[in-house]
């Protein structure tokens, strides 16, 4: 069964810091990944989805890479902003999509 | 992109009784999908749904616990029965995108309080 880990799980940065979120996963025989966002009492929102055969993925200040063979992945976010304080959620796909426990990120004014 | 309401959006039960949520899809979608997020944990899948078919429930879910109703191409329930507090959670139903394995859109989620 794929195992889905988020690293870390709480981060506090100041605004306009760049910063990255990891995620790992056991199984590697993936379809895509995608990275979500989700906010307290509200639903997922996607963010990226990063195709098997694709290297990374980028939406405005945000870049996701995808090592497929060593099962990583990693979600740039550039110059953070107080809007971005969210639960970001890791997802590889094969007929599933297993979630990890996410990263919390708070963004201080 | 799909648009996904559900409804109660919360709700606090009492031990022994079920609760039924609804999803609604704003456009006709072949697979839909139940997830749970306990408190403190990641989603987990309870069951895939397609219409005209049983769903298909993943390890550690039965169709008695949470049977489920896919009448249509845009709508369908999942009812959490008998509940106890480990029932306390938020639901969340998804559906995938045109094309498949696309991009899976969530709605926002039944938060649930079993006292």
């Known amino acids: 069964k794929q195992e889905v880990t988020q690293i870390p799980a709480a981060l506090s940065v100041p605004e306009g810091e760049n910063l990255v979120l990891n995620c790992s996963f056991t199984?590697?025989?993936?379809?895509?990944l995608q990275w979500f966002r989700q906010d307290p009492g509200k639903g997922l929102t996607s963010l990226l989805l990063?195709?098997?055969?694709?290297r990374e993925q980028t939406s405005g200040r945000l870049n996701a890479s995808l090592d497929k063979s060593s099962g990583r992945s990693t979600l740039y976010i550039a110059a953070s902003q107080p809007g971005d304080s969210a639960t970001y959620l890791c997802?590889?796909?094969?007929?599933?999509?297993?979630f990890g426990t996410g990263t919390r990120l708070t963004v201080i004014p | 992109s799909a648009v996904i309401s559900q409804k109660p959006s919360r709700d606090i039960c009492q031990r022994g009784t079920s609760l039924t949520i609804q999803c609604q899809v704003d456009s006709q979608v072949t697979m839909m999908f139940w997830y749970r997020q306990q408190p403190g944990q990641s989603l987990t899948l309870i069951a895939t749904a397609n219409q005209g078919s049983e769903a298909t429930y993943e390890s550690g879910f039965v169709i008695d616990k949470f049977p489920i109703s896919r009448p249509n191409l845009t709508f369908s329930t999942l009812t959490v029965s008998n509940m106890s507090p480990e029932d306390s959670s938020i639901y969340l139903c998804?559906?995938?995108?045109?094309?498949?394995?696309?991009?899976?859109?969530f709605g926002p989620g039944t938060r649930l309080l079993v006292l």
């Open positions: 199984d590697s025989a993936i379809y895509n």
């Open positions: 998804s559906v995938e995108g045109e094309v498949r394995l696309e991009t899976q859109y």
């Open positions: 997802a590889p796909g094969a007929n599933n999509l297993f």
């Open positions: 990063i195709q098997s055969s694709q």
